[in-house]
């Protein structure tokens, strides 16, 4: 179902998720107040515009209140940040997205209103050091305090055996979410207990941070 987007400030954090919501076929708005980052991203939006976000005149006339989501990726200067996504609040529009460079821009984007806050640097930092630490560790994503969701290849100790024999679940609190299958190409969700690991199999998986960790060592 195609949605309607608008997202304030077209830095490589703005750009690159204005252009991939676009590609998804949702009508997406690009707003910025420099002529040469709406140039640039014109191409990649269904309408990109030159506006100040920090002036509630010049975005009550883009008539954000009916987007389905608005994502203000202002991060570079906290106060244009903050009166942006203030002013968004204000109009009324269904779902604001903040993205944040600090824990304590974080905590001021929450106060204002800010529906969700993003922390694309720290996301990615940390995802970076999750692989360095573990080259077998594929992907990584924080899901809430304590807990994460890991792509992993199987230890040793899992193959051949199925998901009920390993009682993941029961012994260590984490869940098989899905398994991707290189060989042939296949994507299983929720596993049933009956699945078989392979060695040629990727687990996604969602636990204990200190559960995860255990088992990242003996992959």
Same mark, same amino acid.
């Given at each position: 179902m195609k949605k309607q987007f608008a997202v304030i400030g077209l830095g490589n954090f703005g750009?690159?998720?204005a252009a991939g919501l676009f590609q998804k076929g949702h009508e997406v708005l690009g707003i910025d107040i420099n002529p040469r980052q709406v140039q640039e991203v014109r191409d990649n939006v269904s309408r990109a515009v030159i506006a100040d976000a920090t002036d509630p005149q010049a975005l009550k006339e883009l008539e954000l209140e009916k987007m389905n989501a608005v994502v203000v990726s202002i991060g570079s200067v906290l106060n244009s940040s903050i =009166? *942006?996504?203030l002013n968004v609040k204000d109009m009324g529009v269904k779902r604001?997205?903040?993205?944040a460079v600090s824990d304590a821009h974080g905590r001021i984007l929450q106060k204002i209103g800010a529906d969700d806050i993003y922390f694309p640097e720290k996301d990615l930092a940390l995802t970076a050091a999750q692989r360095l630490d573990n080259p077998n560790v594929l992907d990584y994503l924080p899901f809430m305090e304590g807990y994460s969701i890991v792509? =992993? *290849?199987?230890?040793a100790m899992f193959v051949g055996k199925n998901l009920i024999e390993l009682d993941l679940i029961n012994r260590l609190g984490i869940q098989v979410i899905a398994v991707t299958e290189t060989s042939p190409e296949n994507v299983v969700m929720i596993p049933t207990g009956r699945f078989v690991v392979k060695d040629s199999d990727l687990l996604v998986l969602l636990g204990p941070d200190k559960a995860l960790a255990g088992l990242e060592e003996k992959s």
């Open positions: 750009f690159y998720l =009166l *942006a996504t604001v997205v903040a993205k792509q =992993l *290849a199987p230890p």
